[in-house]
């Protein structure tokens, strides 16, 4: 069973770096893409990048600037930077992994994992 | 982008009611939209992919239909594990969710 755990700090301050690592299980990492997505307080969904262990990655152009996205193989896990934050980053943050039966690109999200909220406060 | 929107925003119905839930897409997506279930406080749950495949476990009164642009999520019959918010996901080009539809008890 594929499970997906997010971790780090609950609280960060404006204008600092918000950091989160998604621990994998019952699945090499290297098997699959993996996205980052967050949802702020009451609101929708909105995806922020992917990673794969091949070094391949991508993110929504809205944030492209501030995101950075990492792989840790021998230790199944992946990670998410967020510069600059301000209050408008305060939100669930979700990994997941991708699945697709055309490839290409063509992947939705299963499974997440739990999340985690940030949030943004002096 | 490609933009995804959801309509109705809130639906109120009662168990045994037919539900319909709308996603249109800003241009041509083929089939390549997901649907997933989300209740409060958990993460999103996926109910179908690939537009109308059911995911495996998910109740068959569950379904979903569409291409290109105008898609629906209907469930046949409601059932109080049912009461939740339901969100359409493009992958056509990069993923891009829809706002949500609530579907409350009336």
């Known amino acids: 069973q594929v499970q997906l755990q997010e971790s780090g700090p609950g609280l960060v301050k404006p204008s600092e770096t918000l950091s989160l690592t998604c621990t994998v299980s019952?699945?090499?990492?290297?098997?699959?893409?993996w996205s980052w997505i967050r949802q702020p307080p009451g609101k929708g969904l909105e995806w922020i990048g992917f990673?794969?262990?091949?070094?391949?990655?991508d993110s929504n152009a809205s944030l492209k600037s501030r995101v950075t996205t990492s792989v840790d193989t021998s230790k199944n896990q992946f990670s998410l930077k967020v510069s600059s934050v301000t209050a408008a980053d305060t939100a669930v943050y979700y990994c997941a992994r991708h699945r697709s039966t055309a490839g290409g690109g063509k992947d939705w999200f299963d499974p997440w994992g739990q999340g985690t909220l940030v949030i943004v406060t002096s | 982008d490609i933009q995804m929107t959801q309509s109705p925003s809130t639906l109120s119905a009662s168990v045994g009611d037919r539900v319909t839930i709308t996603c249109r897409a800003s241009q041509s997506i083929s089939s390549w939209l997901a649907w997933y279930q989300q209740k409060p406080g958990k993460a999103p749950k996926l109910l179908i992919y690939d537009a109308s495949t059911l995911e495996s476990g998910v109740p068959s009164r569950f379904s979903g239909s569409g291409s290109g642009t105008e898609f629906t999520l209907t469930i046949s019959s409601l059932q109080p594990d049912d009461f939740a918010t339901y969100y359409c996901?493009?992958?056509?080009?990069?993923?891009?969710f829809g706002q949500g539809t609530k579907v409350e008890i009336k």
């Open positions: 990673i794969h262990h091949s070094g391949s990655t």
């Open positions: 996901q493009q992958y056509n080009s990069y993923w891009t």
């Open positions: 019952g699945v090499s990492i290297s098997n699959y893409y």
